[in-house]
């Protein structure tokens, strides 16, 4: 991996990153393929219509549905999903803690029952780091836990101290994965996870203490998820300068277009959310003056396009009145014309951003965004 950051506009930074399968420009949008495929009938070839750069896949869900070791027989995700451009894969850390009705944490890892089925699984650093190497993503994501974002301080002063543990032995295996003659992708490549909650001086120690161990990315974990945005933005605030600006810095899970539009400006480089996907499918969708519901009957008659001047496959067709009916038909065209829409919203702004750092005016570009899509 090579990462050059190419311009910095305050903390906004922009660069590029070589990978072992293309070279894409940050900041960017990860468009979230849960298990290989974004929900809404959305084709890998509609990805590189709409301006992917990189596809984010989960490993949770593909290991206890799909299973990881058949992929492998594919050739990897790549093979599998028909896309040759990056991928990176999450550690399943999240899933286990958030879906797993069942659980028990140790030092080796965790015991869970599937929330599909209900089978006991044990996944840890090593399992989680032989899953991910099998579905041969570009980027694998460390083992973590993620503790809720309010809990005692106590709690979550064990857990990351846990996760720096685990986060050694991922680096321990994916080494030695890498080095086998039958890996799927011998050059794939490890993102750690800071976590802290909102315990600014926790954020700040374990993010100095995952720097000294040089990973190929840094991330920051735990999130939006039931913390208010002022909080989050502190959080970004006071971690981000502790992480390494000559690596990429991701922010998980995140989020809307103005949680990225503020996460930029604080020095973050890689996103990933459900929101365009789910709220797409929910007849919800972005523009730029705000976000529009299409199941509102003051569509029903409305023949102009979703947005005017987009290029996005939906709207160089289609009318919001004729969306609107897909939608109320309950036909899969419908959600999957504003999927499309939306996450060529998300790809187009993250474009936008990225030429708005370069050109040096990052801060009038973002007010400027956030003052249209409010006012509406």
Same mark, same amino acid.
């Given at each position: 991996?090579?990462?050059?950051?190419?311009?910095?506009?305050?903390?906004?930074?922009?660069?590029?990153?070589?990978?072992?399968?293309?070279?894409?420009?940050?900041?960017?949008?990860?468009?979230?393929?849960?298990?290989?495929?974004?929900?809404?009938?959305?084709?890998?070839?509609?990805?590189?219509?709409?301006?992917?750069?990189?596809?984010?896949?989960?490993?949770?869900?593909?290991?206890?549905?799909?299973?990881?070791?058949?992929?492998?027989?594919?050739?990897? %995700?790549?093979?599998?999903?028909?896309?040759?451009? !990056?991928? %990176?894969?999450?550690?399943?850390?999240?899933?286990?803690?958030?879906?797993?009705?069942?659980?028990?944490?140790?030092?080796?890892?965790?015991?869970?029952?599937?929330?599909?089925?209900?089978?006991?699984?044990?996944?840890?650093?090593?399992?989680?780091?032989?899953?991910?190497?099998?579905?041969?993503? #570009?980027?694998?994501?460390?083992?973590?836990?993620? !503790? !809720?974002?309010?809990?005692?301080?106590?709690?979550?002063?064990?857990?990351?101290?846990?996760?720096?543990?685990?986060?050694?032995?991922?680096?321990?295996?994916?080494?030695?994965?890498?080095?086998?003659?039958? #890996?799927?992708?011998?050059?794939?490549?490890?993102?750690?996870?800071?976590?802290?909650?909102?315990?600014?001086?926790? &954020?700040?120690?374990?993010?100095?203490?995952?720097?000294?161990?040089?990973?190929?990315?840094?991330?920051?974990?735990?999130?939006?998820?039931?913390?208010?945005?002022?909080?989050?933005?502190?959080?970004?605030?006071?971690?981000?300068?502790?992480?390494?600006?000559?690596? !990429?810095?991701?922010?998980?899970?995140?989020?809307?277009?103005?949680?990225? %539009?503020?996460?930029?400006?604080?020095?973050?480089?890689?996103?990933?959310?459900?929101?365009?996907?789910?709220?797409?499918?929910?007849?919800?969708?972005?523009?730029?003056?705000?976000?529009?519901?299409?199941?509102?009957?003051?569509?029903?008659?409305?023949? &102009?396009?979703?947005?005017?001047?987009?290029?996005?496959?939906a709207c160089r067709s289609y009318s919001r009145g004729y969306i609107r009916h897909l939608l109320k038909?309950?036909?899969?065209?419908?959600?999957?014309?504003?999927? %499309?829409?939306?996450?060529?919203?998300?790809?187009?702004?993250?474009?936008?951003?990225?030429?708005?750092i370069r050109e040096g005016r990052y801060t009038e570009y973002k007010n400027n965004k956030i003052r249209?899509?409010?006012?509406?």
């Open positions: 991996m090579k990462y050059e950051i190419k311009a910095l506009d305050k903390k906004a930074k922009s660069a590029t990153m070589e990978t072992v399968h293309g070279t894409v420009e940050t900041p960017l949008f990860m468009n979230v393929g849960t298990v290989a495929a974004i929900k809404g009938a959305v084709s890998t070839d509609d990805l590189k219509e709409i301006g992917c750069q990189v596809e984010l896949s989960n490993t949770y869900h593909l290991h206890v549905r799909t299973g990881d070791k058949l992929i492998k027989e594919f050739g990897g %995700l790549h093979e599998f999903m028909h896309w040759d451009r !990056p991928i %990176l894969t999450d550690s399943g850390g999240f899933q286990v803690f958030s879906l797993a009705k069942l659980r028990k944490i140790k030092e080796e890892g965790v015991n869970f029952n599937s929330h599909i089925d209900g089978r006991k699984i044990f996944m840890g650093p090593e399992e989680s780091m032989q899953i991910q190497s099998n579905l041969g993503s #570009t980027i694998a994501m460390a083992f973590d836990e993620c !503790p !809720p974002a309010l809990a005692e301080r106590k709690y979550i002063e064990a857990s990351v101290a846990r996760t720096t543990r685990w986060l050694q032995r991922c680096k321990t295996e994916m080494d030695r994965l890498n080095s086998l003659e039958d #890996t799927v992708n011998k050059e794939q490549l490890l993102f750690a996870i800071n976590q802290g909650g909102i315990i600014d001086d926790i &954020r700040i120690s374990h993010a100095k203490e995952i720097s000294e161990m040089d990973l190929d990315g840094y991330a920051i974990g735990g999130l939006a998820v039931g913390e208010s945005h002022d909080e989050m933005y502190h959080i970004l605030d006071v971690t981000v300068e502790h992480l390494p600006q000559n690596k !990429p810095t991701y922010l998980m899970g995140v989020g809307t277009p103005i949680n990225i %539009l503020e996460a930029v400006e604080r020095g973050v480089d890689f996103f990933d959310c459900v929101y365009p996907s789910r709220n797409g499918r929910h007849g919800h969708v972005y523009t730029n003056h705000g976000k529009l519901n299409l199941f509102n009957k003051k569509f029903e008659l409305d023949k &102009r396009p979703i947005e005017e001047g987009c290029n996005c496959p038909a309950n036909e899969m065209l419908g959600m999957r014309l504003c999927v %499309l829409h939306n996450l060529y919203f998300y790809n187009t702004m993250m474009s936008e951003i990225r030429t708005a249209t899509m409010l006012e509406g």
